[in-house]
Nanobody, 117 residues
Framework: QVQLVESGGGLVQAGGSLRLSCAASGSIFSINAMGWYRQAPGKQRELVATITSGGTTNYADAVKGRFTISRDNAKNTVYLQMSSLKPEDTAVYYC???????????WGQGTQVTVSS
């Protein structure tokens, strides 16, 4: 089992920045890739960014060049630095971790990000 706790969401004006954090606990030795997803009202949950245990990153086209995902393995924490935020980035952001031989997926509780125009 892996537990994920997000923090860092909030309200920001367009063009501003926020940093999300996700702290993992439990069977952290089994974690493979970690990532961030988001879900806006009335829309499906979508991938934002992922990072493997080796540090390889992947981004959705909508956030490339504006968001940066990073991982501190010593702190068992993954971060999402968000810059040049747009109103369309408004969503609940969820931390995700794939763990174990079967790469089971675990989710955090979500943190709200609201970008005002």
């Amino acid at each position: 089992q892996v537990q994920l706790v997000e923090s860092g969401g909030g309200l920001v004006q367009a063009g501003g920045s926020l940093r999300l954090s996700c702290a993992a606990s439990g069977s952290i030795f089994s974690i493979n890739a970690m990532g961030w997803y988001r879900q806006a009202p009335g829309k499906q949950r979508e991938l934002v960014a992922t990072i493997t245990s080796g540090g390889t990153t992947n981004y959705a086209d909508a956030v490339k060049g504006r968001f940066t995902i990073s991982r501190d393995n010593a702190k068992n924490t993954v971060y999402l630095q968000m810059s040049s935020l747009k109103p369309e980035d408004t969503a609940v952001y969820y931390c995700n971790a794939g763990a174990g031989v079967y790469n089971l997926h675990y989710w955090g509780q979500g943190t709200q990000v609201t970008v005002s125009s």
